[in-house]
């Protein structure tokens, strides 16, 4: 099944203002690779969502908006991957549940 495009609304991005990532270095969220240096990037880019107060929100408009590369919302791209084929196959918990990872 080929997921369906997302047109998504700019009011839906409500929460990036107040995202625990602003200030960060952009390029901390895009590791390159699977080198031990890009794993602990993407350790170091994991932390600071740990401590966003709006990371359920980011997370879900990653997963709704089918953003492919980077971290969003505390999961990497498999991780991510992961639910987006849950979801497709039916197995996947409530988004409630998945947001809350």
Same mark, same amino acid.
């Given at each position: 099944?080929?997921?369906?495009?997302?047109?998504?609304?700019?009011?839906?991005?409500?929460?990036?203002?107040?995202?625990?990532?602003?200030?960060?270095?952009?390029?901390?969220?895009?590791?390159?690779?699977?080198?031990?240096?890009?794993?602990?990037?993407?350790?170091?880019?994991? +932390?600071?969502?740990?401590?966003?107060?709006?990371?359920?929100?980011? @997370?879900?408009?990653?997963?709704?908006?089918?953003?492919? +590369?980077?971290?969003?919302?505390? @999961?990497?791209?498999?991780?991510?991957?992961?639910?987006?084929?849950?979801?497709?196959?039916?197995?996947?918990?409530?988004?409630?549940? @998945?947001?809350?990872?």
């Amino acid at each position: 099944m080929i997921e369906p495009r997302f047109r998504h609304d700019p009011g839906d991005t409500w929460w990036a203002a107040r995202a625990g990532c602003i200030g960060e270095d952009p390029d901390l969220f895009f590791p390159a690779g699977t080198s031990p240096a890009a794993i602990e990037q993407t350790e170091r880019a994991k +932390a600071v969502c740990s401590r966003c107060d709006v990371r359920p929100e980011c @997370l879900r408009w990653s997963l709704d908006t089918f953003q492919d +590369a980077g971290v969003w919302g505390g @999961l990497d791209e498999e991780e991510r991957r992961q639910i987006r084929r849950a979801r497709r196959s039916g197995t996947a918990a409530s988004d409630d549940e @998945l947001i809350a990872v």
